[in-house]
């Protein structure tokens, strides 16, 4: 069966949050699915179903009609059931409603009494509230006070205004200005759709007494809230209000048939209304039977059920603010009348759980939780497309203790949860996990993380702006962004990643209002994330990555910053930023800073261990991308032998440009050389020369001459990688610079590791590291596998590319830094930015060695540097390096922090 033949984008997100249940059976206050589970359900079509799912008394009034024979359509002859329809709820309603039009929806309703009130004053305009619903038809669209559902149909039509709700003052004040010109002013007693929303006392008599005096249609939207909802026949009677227009539909039906009806006195009705407006299955006798037998249910025994649902609601009403006042900070507030209830929950603030952030401000925690309610706990509610941080909760009148008792069961379980923060809970039914929480754990203070800036002179404001884009790299960032994500097998955490990506869209998580350097120069940033692990960022669609990353680098323009940051993969798939230029802001990869604090960090960690740089061997994982090329040439700056790994699933075109690298690499040694300047590859390149100088093998000159002729060009020179191999064979040596696919054959003869791949998994396993070896980890996610950590005491590896900065920020969980360390690529879109210097930097595959030493001056004046080893959080001392060396029982892992 296709689910999404109907509507396949609300099939969509009915899938992202496990609600497309297929029901096969409704009996009471339950659906059934395929499988036979049953489901309370609390929302009952919005309160069309108000008496549960087949109730017998409805079925019983179908049969007697039926068995009657009645006509079902007789227009313009009289329908002997809507005439009585009609009658009885002319007495039921309160004034002097004696007329009628009975139509299949609210929204048909509602758009009779615009007609109704218009040509009964002679009228254009029509009146409504702002946040108001009041149907999708294009005049009911128009009153209904949401731009978010009239934009795409160019709504609202001319003619119709909104005003605050609850407001008596503005509704005078508009009626002062503009009374003459309004027909009608429409209202819901309790703004439905917009939240359950409750006007304060004396507003519904006030608005009343208000548009009698201007001589405006009080109109009651009572489509929702009429027919016992609120615990009263109509939500009206709460003041003792008359309308004169009064609007019902819903409940009208039974949850069997689609009836509406439009109620209205002799003093609206008018002759123009009467002979011009009709409609086909209006007056029809078949659903206004059902309408009588609904209506005789609410008006049995004294009303007695609606008694109790009054009873019903207040139990449940004082319940969930027990709840509210139970876990304080997670419910904002409970709202309604009578079995008409609306949780609004809190907004998740700056400092929570990024997933937390990421889900409430992309609209949909409460579908979540809905979700959550269904899949776990059985019961069936429904989010407001309207107010995506409040639930709704509107069960048939028919609910009994026990059932109010389960569902408020499960809302303080859910409340727990959030206010402990164990959010894994609350997500694991998505991922195939739909357990009842059993012992919940306390996240809260690994998840309550502040966002930390710099301080501002009293009236001083930041002077310049920049934003940065994020997303999970891997599974470390992913738990260290939501801590009780821990909880989860990797699977579970890829799965996570993977669901996140089904709808992406980029979402501002994190604001840091000022950054201060040490030159004085200030800035304030955004952190925009997009949803998308690493390995979706591989495997998804190109195109749909990179418009998404566009998306985001858009919100950033909005927002006004002036300089965007590409976060881990956020580069990559975009060419080294060359996908996002050109649109109206300056781009950079962050890239340059990487490399120079990567290049930094494993000098430093070769000191500290002790290993002497010049002798030392370096290789480079990755050598074929941006970051990789360019360590590659600074290392060899140092040391004199490097090893280039490429990615052996394409090894041809990695060796290629493999070999265009090692050329790199012999030039940028002979310009060094030239420039006086003989440390590592300049040195084995001055030892070489001088000994084929000195020999005087013809083999020697010619060699020579190559190699001279292939560094400064010429007609047609050989390589001068080619040329370092055969003077190496020559010398019967090993060429300094290998360039292998293999990478465990050529790490395990390097001392000094740039680990710098674009891969999704883990690269480097405890057999691919010397004894003794140090590791700069630059990628992100890493390529060094945790497993290290345990198998290999005798190694260092650090986490490249962190940098101390001049102030202890701290952006929220500070993308797995500690407080006052942030990662390169960040820091080097915070220096342009102090800086003011709003060019594109680090585009590309190739970045200039001028651009690399650009930005360590930039740091130098900022005061951005190199931050200092650290392992699991805690900085690592020369001492105890040096103690490790001596007892042989090595670190590990370390971190730049």
Not at 771 to 794: F, I, L, T
Not at 885 to 890: F, I, K, R, T, V
Request: net charge negative; proline share 5%; glycine share 10%.
């Amino acid at each position: 069966m296709r689910a999404d033949i109907l509507n396949p984008t609300i099939n969509r997100l009915l899938e992202i949050f496990r609600l497309n249940k297929t029901y096969v059976l409704g009996a009471g206050n339950y659906l059934y699915d395929e499988e036979g589970r049953g489901y309370l359900d609390v929302i009952a079509q919005y309160g069309a179903v108000p008496f549960g799912y087949n109730p017998d008394f409805i079925w019983q009034a179908v049969e007697r009609f039926r068995e009657s024979g009645l006509p079902t359509m007789i227009q313009p002859s009289v329908p002997l059931k809507a005439v009585e329809l009609a009658e009885r709820l002319s007495e039921a309603a309160p004034g002097d409603l004696e007329y009628a039009t009975f139509v299949q929806s609210g929204t048909e309703a509602v758009e009779a009494a615009i007609k109704l009130a218009r040509s009964a004053t002679g009228r254009f305009k029509l009146l409504s509230t702002e946040n108001s619903f009041h149907g999708k038809t294009l005049g009911a669209l128009s009153a209904t006070g949401r731009r978010v559902f009239q934009t795409p149909f160019y709504a609202p039509a001319s003619g119709f205004i909104q005003i605050p709700f609850g407001d008596l003052d503005a509704l005078e004040a508009k009626l002062r200005e503009e009374g003459e010109a309004i027909a009608g002013f429409l209202i819901e007693p309790i703004q439905g759709e917009g939240g359950i929303v409750v006007p304060p006392p004396g507003y519904l008599s006030g608005a009343r007494e208000l548009c009698r005096r201007h001589g405006v249609v009080f109109i009651l939207d009572e489509v929702q809230t009429g027919l016992g909802r609120t615990g009263r026949m109509f939500a009206c009677e709460k003041e003792s209000v008359e309308p004169d227009i009064l609007l019902l539909s819903k409940a009208l039906g039974g949850g069997l048939a689609p009836l509406g009806v439009c109620l209205s006195s002799p003093a609206v009705w008018n002759d123009d209304y009467g002979r011009l407006h009709s409609s086909t299955f209006s007056n029809n006798n078949f659903t206004c039977a059902i309408g009588l037998a609904v209506l005789d249910r609410l008006l049995a025994d004294d009303r007695k059920i609606i008694q109790e649902v009054k009873e019903k609601g207040d139990y449940l009403l004082l319940r969930a603010r027990e709840i509210k006042r139970r876990w304080p900070g997670v419910i904002k507030e409970v709202r309604g009348e009578g079995l008409m209830v609306g949780l609004e929950f809190e907004d998740f603030p700056p400092e929570d759980s990024w997933a937390m952030i990421f889900l409430s401000r992309q609209g949909g925690f409460c579908a979540m939780l809905s979700g959550y309610l269904l899949n776990v706990c059985g019961i069936r509610s429904a989010p407001f497309l309207n107010n995506t941080m409040t639930i709704r909760l509107e069960p048939p009148l028919t609910i009994e203790y026990h059932e109010i008792d389960r569902l408020l069961e499960a809302l303080d379980r859910i409340c727990q949860t959030i206010y402990l923060k164990d959010y894994a809970w609350l997500f694991g039914y998505l991922l195939g996990d739909s357990r009842q929480p059993t012992a919940l754990k306390d996240y809260r203070a690994r998840t309550m993380r502040p966002v930390k800036c710099s301080k501002l002179e009293s009236g001083e404001q930041p002077k310049n702006r920049f934003a940065f884009l994020i997303h999970y790299p891997g599974q470390a960032e992913l738990v260290n962004a939501t801590p009780s994500f821990e909880q989860w097998s990797a699977e579970q955490q890829e799965g996570f990643l993977e669901w996140s990506a089904r709808e992406p869209q980029p979402e501002l998580v994190c604001h840091v209002p000022a950054v201060r350097s040490l030159a004085g120069a200030t800035a304030e940033g955004w952190l925009i994330g997009v949803p998308f692990g690493a390995k979706q960022m591989m495997e998804l669609p190109r195109r749909q990555v990179v418009e998404t990353i566009q998306e985001a680098v858009d919100m950033a323009v909005d927002l006004g910053a002036q300089i965007v940051g590409l976060g881990a993969y956020t580069s990559v798939v975009t060419q080294g930023g060359r996908d996002v230029q050109g649109r109206g802001v300056a781009i950079t990869s962050g890239n340059s800073f990487t490399i120079a604090m990567a290049v930094e960090g494993v000098f430093k960690g070769a000191e500290m261990m002790g290993i002497d740089i010049p002798s030392a061997r370096g290789a480079v994982v990755g050598a074929t991308g941006s970051i990789g090329r360019v360590c590659a040439i600074l290392l060899s700056e140092r040391v004199g032998m490097v090893n280039l790994i490429g990615n052996p699933a394409h090894k041809v075109s990695s060796v290629r440009r493999l070999r265009t690298l090692a050329d790199e690499m012999i030039r940028h040694a002979a310009a060094r050389l030239e420039a006086g300047e003989s440390e590592g590859l300049a040195s084995w390149l001055k030892r070489v020369t001088d000994q084929l100088g000195r020999s005087e093998d013809t083999e020697a000159g010619r060699l020579l001459s190559g190699l001279k002729e292939s560094i400064v060009g010429g007609s047609e020179p050989a390589r001068p990688c080619i040329l370092m191999e055969d003077v190496s064979r020559f010398l019967g040596e090993t060429p300094p610079v290998s360039i292998s696919v293999d990478l465990k054959k050529s790490m395990r003869s390097a001392d000094l590791v740039i680990t710098a791949s674009s891969s999704p998994a883990f690269l480097v396993t405890s057999d691919c590291l010397k004894p003794g070896a140090v590791v700069c980890d630059v990628s992100r996610p890493y390529d060094v596998s945790p497993a290290v950590r345990e198998q290999r005491r005798d190694v260092l590896v650090f986490e490249g590319g962190l940098v101390q900065l001049p102030d202890r920020l701290a952006f929220n969980s500070n993308l797995n830094c500690r407080e006052g360390v942030n990662l390169a690529c960040l820091s080097e879109t915070m220096l342009l930015a102090l800086e003011g210097d709003f060019r594109d930097f680090s585009i590309g595959s190739r970045i200039p060695l001028e651009t690399i030493q650009y930005l360590r001056q930039l740091g130098k004046k900022h005061g951005f540097g190199l931050a200092a080893l650290h392992c699991d959080g805690r900085e690592i001392t020369e001492a105890e390096i040096s103690e490790a060396l001596a007892s042989g029982n090595h670190l590990v892992k370390a971190s730049i922090s």
